[in-house]
């Protein structure tokens, strides 16, 4: 039987069934430097169109989307404005400093600062919780969602794959704008 990708292969899934099993876990999370405490990615193995399959979930936090879709907007604006615009790439020096950036690039910066500020404020951008599943995926099938909590964590994980594999998952449909947290001077 031919199979879209490894996610969909019995014998794969399997495998990632008998490691939850010694783990007891639902889920198993992807090793990346992205992970954080608002943003997760992970395995866990649930049913599509009638078989099992391993879910590739990316499961984040509501304010992290909307920090997210506010920089795209505010990066979109920057390239309006500056002809030759591409987006501030931080480079570092030998001894691991950061290089200083041009003065073009410290221009679109304070641009792109400003824009965000005034997004924010006017509260432009609004979010929802939502599930976005992508078939097309290179492993499994692709799982991105956003929750409104305030960190993503085990037992969130587990919540969601718990409700997600019983098709009981709720999505709060309201629409909600987030202002960036300042950092306080210590």
């Known amino acids: 039987m031919k199979y879209p990708n490894e996610g969909f292969i019995p014998d794969v899934i399997e495998s990632l069934k008998k490691e939850l099993q010694v783990t007891g876990k639902m889920f198993k999370i992807a090793p990346s430097e992205e992970n954080s405490d608002e943003f997760v990615n992970f395995f866990f193995i649930g049913m599509y169109e009638g078989r099992e399959v391993i879910y590739d979930a990316a499961l984040y936090t509501l304010r992290l989307h ?15 404005k500056f002809p030759n615009f591409k987006a501030i790439d931080y480079e570092e020096d030998e ?17 792109i600062t ?58 709060d449909d309201t629409l909600y704008s987030f202002q960036s947290e300042e950092e306080e001077d210590v």
Do not use: C, R
């Open 66 to 80: 909307h920090s997210s879709e506010v920089y795209e907007l505010a990066e979109h604006e920057a390239a309006k």
């Open 95 to 111: 001894e691991g400093n950061l290089k200083p950036l041009t003065s073009q690039e410290e221009e679109i910066g304070w641009f």
């Open 114 to 171: 400003e824009i965000i500020m005034e997004i924010e404020e006017e509260e432009t951008v609004k979010v929802q919780e939502f599930i976005d599943v992508d078939t097309n995926h290179d492993y499994g099938v692709g799982l991105d969602a956003a929750l409104n909590v305030e960190y993503i964590d085990e037992k969130v994980i587990s919540k969601f794959v718990k409700d997600f594999n019983e098709d009981t998952l709720i999505l």
